[in-house]
Each structure stands twice: as structure tokens, then as C-alpha cells.
């Protein structure tokens, strides 16, 4: 039986380390996950596909920077970061399913919509900054990032190193909303939400205007499902399935879990803030608004997740 699905891309698993993080790099990553998406549309199941962009906007960042320190060039906002590596990343995707597609001979388009996502200028994280961007530093390199940045804030990122960290605030509404869900409705495979989505916060007439902040793509994909009435949400990360008491003795994978066994395990601290507790937040959002399963795992055991042979499965 056929599903609508929305599937959310970490913009890290498009980055495989240091030393591969070229575009071509990415595009190559994204080939590898596109085919896995199109196993899921080949099923029958109508797919919409969110991806983060945490390596890429710290890119753009860096880029405007030292070419404003070479040349004197305007810094981009970082709000203008956020979109330009949504529509990126986007072309990538939308190309790579497309070419799957037609590898398949499978009659399916793809559409990328640029969207933006209202969020509230009072938004406590504006004060208090907790998203990473960017690279990963030793923290030799995170000591001498602060020396030549000292408005930078740089946190250490659940044991990975160290990563520059921006404002993060919760996504309220998606803009597009409606247009991403005509798209689907007439067929299409539509790439939304990029990056968590370009923030924008409502002015006092009632138009939108675009405020520095890069948000939380499982916050901002797990809204966008509750939205536009999607049945399950697949969250892809590094790992094949959540583990609570992670890398110690008693590390357990879990498989099918309740949304409230769930929430007592996030609310005994087995979730690292830095990389699994957004997801397991999100999902357990979207599970509370009428959603009917989330399912975590990396990108090739989609398809096995979907017929509940790999990956962790949160019902209510």
C-alpha cells in the first residue's frame, strides 16, 4: 500500500569527512542517496525530501568572509546563505532523482520549491546561539578560530570536534506550504524545506522579511509533515537505528518503540543535544500532531525500514 512519505537528508551525510566536502564530493553523495529515494517512489509511495545544510551554510559563511577581508566585497547575510545553499543543494537533488528516474524509466518529476519558514524575533536562541555550522576543528583549531573571530561562538559538537554555532529558532509556519502540497498532489516528487528552511519572521504589516539564523531541519521537516498531512516521516542519520546508553557496555539499539517509551528515554539523557535529541524532539512533535510513524536510520536501509526490517520505528 502506497504512502506519503516525507524524507529528511542530513546535510553531514552529503559531507563524508574533511577532506571530501568539494561539490563534487556532494554530488556524488547525492547519487548515492537518490537511489535510494527512488526506491521508496518506485514503491508506489508519494515522496517529499527536506535536507539540512549545516556544513554547507558554514561554507558559504567562510566564503563571504574572506572575500570581503581580500577584496572588500559585502559579507552576504547569513539569511542569504541559508537560501543560496537551499537552492543548491536542491539542484543537486532534483537533478540526481530526475537522472534516476529516467535511468528507471520511471514517469516522475521533480520540483524544487525555495521555502521560507516564520519563525519569532523573540525566539530565545537569537540570545543564546546552539546551531553548528561549518567544518569540524581540533580544538587547537577551535583556540586559534577564536583568536582571529572573537565573535564567534564555538562549542564543542557531541564529541566530533569543534563547530561554529548560530542562532537556531523553532520554525512556527511553512510559507509554501500549500504549494508544496498541490505539487504533490499532482505527481511530483518535491524537495522542500531546505536547510530548515529560509527564516523569515512577520513584520507589523503582515509581509514577511528575511532575519540571520539557520533552523533545525528535523524541527522545520517535522512541521512541514504535520502540514500538509503526511503519514510517516523518515529521518536519515549516520548511524542504522537509535541507541540508548550509546557507547557503553549496555548500548542497546532500539527497533520499534512507543513515542511515550520514547520520551522517557530522551528525558533520561540518552540523546546527545548536538546530533540525536532534535530528532527524537521532531519526531515525537510530529507523532503528537495525528503523524503515524517516524522512522530513524542511515539513507541505505530505507527501503528495509520501510518494510520494518532495519532502522527505529516510534509509533504511538
Not at 527512488?38 to 535536507?51: E, F, M, R, S
Not at 559585502?74 to 532523482?97: E, S
Not at 561562538?153 to 500549500?178: L, N, Q, T
Amino acid at each position: 500500500m502506497s504512502k506519503f512519505i516525507v524524507v529528511a537528508i542530513g546535510g553531514n551525510s552529503l559531507v563524508k569527512d574533511n577532506g571530501r566536502d568539494s561539490i563534487e564530493d556532494q554530488s556524488e553523495a547525492v547519487r548515492e542517496i537518490a537511489v535510494n529515494i527512488a526506491d521508496l517512489v518506485q514503491a508506489g509511495n508519494d515522496v517529499v525530501v527536506t535536507h539540512g545544510n549545516g556544513p554547507q551554510v558554514g561554507f558559504e559563511l567562510r566564503r563571504s568572509e574572506v572575500a570581503s577581508e581580500v577584496t572588500g566585497m559585502d559579507v552576504t547575510p547569513l539569511v542569504n546563505c541559508v537560501a543560496g545553499t537551499q537552492g543548491g543543494i536542491g539542484y543537486l537533488i532534483q537533478q540526481a532523482l530526475t537522472n534516476e528516474f529516467i535511468h528507471r524509466r520511471l514517469d516522475k518529476k521533480v520540483a524544487t520549491v525555495i521555502t521560507q519558514v516564520e519563525v519569532s524575533k523573540n525566539d530565545p536562541n537569537f540570545q543564546s546561539p546552539s546551531k553548528p555550522v561549518g567544518s569540524f576543528f581540533t580544538l587547537e583549531q577551535a583556540e586559534e578560530m577564536k583568536r582571529a573571530k572573537p565573535d564567534w561562538v564555538i562549542i564543542e559538537d557531541s564529541g566530533r570536534g569543534y563547530r561554529r554555532v548560530v542562532p537556531s529558532p523553532k520554525p512556527i509556519d511553512i510559507v509554501e506550504k500549500d504549494v508544496i502540497k498541490s505539487l504533490i498532489e499532482t505527481g511530483y516528487v518535491v524537495i522542500a524545506v531546505g536547510g530548515g528552511g529560509i527564516p523569515v519572521i512577520k513584520t507589523e504589516n503582515n509581509t514577511y522579511e528575511g532575519i540571520d539564523a539557520v533552523i533545525d531541519k528535523d524541527f522545520a521537516t517535522s512541521l512541514l509533515a504535520e502540514q500538509i498531512d503526511a503519514e510517516s516521516l523518515i529521518i536519515t542519520t549516520g548511524v542504522p537505528q537509535v541507541c540508548v546508553n550509546f557507547g557503553t557496555p549496555e548500548q542497546k539499539a532500539l527497533e520499534e518503540v512507543t513515542a511515550a517509551e520514547m520520551l522517557v528515554y530522551a528525558e533520561q539523557g540518552h540523546f546527545p543535544a548536538g546530533s540525536m535529541q532534535p530528532k527524537i524532539e521532531a519526531s515525537l512533535g510530529f507523532l503528537k500532531k495525528e503523524g503515524r510513524r517516524v522512522i530513524i536510520t542511515n539513507p541505505e536501509n530505507m527501503k528495509a525500514a520501510m518494510s520494518q526490517q532495519a532502522g527505529t520505528h516510534i509509533v504511538n
